[in-house]
């Protein structure tokens, strides 16, 4: 499955799982129950135990048919790092151009985080193909509707923070084009079973609001 830094991957649903916190001996029953769910990118914050370990495994295990890669990213060192590890998606929180632009060098899809117009377009400067707005919930709805006026059509905004399934609804109608969802899915400890209890939630709720 070939990926882009400019788009999100054909055939994978725009929700990126974040597993704060999860423990490589416990990934892949986590990412498996995601899968099933029909959650395909996965998430490892690089604050997680042993981040590249997990991501290394996720690589290859689910590679072929997950968009797997690291969160938190905030060096160019660490995009280096997840890309050698078999990463192929680079998330950050903030709006850090030397990191944009070695993810792109390297071919990762790369998701930034921003929070106002001037982010957002040194982030696209940079070359960001999508954004993450983020926290999403501290700026709500009509902030990111009000982006899209300016913003490029082409630009998916994906809502990050405090954006699930029981609250999804508006975001869309806002003009967001996809979610990361963290502890709405998964908190350090949780079960597969209970992750994919509410995997399967949110992509109900995000089929639905569509």
């Known amino acids: 499955m070939s990926s882009s830094p400019q788009v999100w991957p054909e055939g994978i649903l725009p929700l990126v799982a974040i597993l704060r916190g999860i423990r490589p001996d416990e990934i892949l029953e986590v990412a498996a129950a995601l899968q099933e769910a029909g959650i395909g990118?996965?998430?490892?914050p690089l604050n997680?135990?042993?981040p590249l370990e997990?991501?290394?495994?996720?690589?290859?295990?689910?590679?072929?048919?997950?968009?797997?890669?690291?969160?938190?990213v905030?060096?160019?060192?660490d995009v280096a790092a997840v890309h050698a590890a078999g990463g192929r998606l680079i998330v950050t929180p903030n709006t850090a151009p030397a990191v944009i632009e070695r993810a792109v060098t390297l071919g990762l899809t790369v998701m930034p985080g921003f929070a106002t117009a001037t982010e957002a377009f040194a982030a696209l400067g940079a070359g960001a193909?999508?954004?993450?707005?983020f926290p999403a919930a501290s700026y709500g709805p009509s902030h990111?509707?009000?982006?899209?006026?300016?913003l490029p059509p082409a630009v998916s905004v994906f809502a990050v923070g405090g954006v699930g399934a029981a609250n999804l609804a508006p975001w869309r109608a806002a003009g967001c084009?996809?979610?990361?969802?963290?502890g709405d899915l998964y908190r350090a400890g949780h079960p597969a079973g209970e992750v994919h209890r509410?995997?399967?939630?949110l992509v109900a709720a995000w089929r639905a609001a569509q």
């Open 41 to 44: 990118a996965i998430e490892v």
């Open 48 to 50: 997680s135990p042993s």
């Open 54 to 72: 997990s991501i290394e495994r996720l690589a290859a295990n689910f590679g072929d048919r997950c968009l797997c890669g690291a969160g938190t």
């Open 74 to 77: 905030l060096r160019p060192a």
């Open 129 to 133: 193909g999508m954004l993450k707005l």
């Open 144 to 150: 990111l509707k009000a982006l899209r006026d300016v």
């Open 177 to 182: 084009a996809g979610l990361g969802v963290g």
């Open 198 to 201: 509410r995997a399967l939630a």
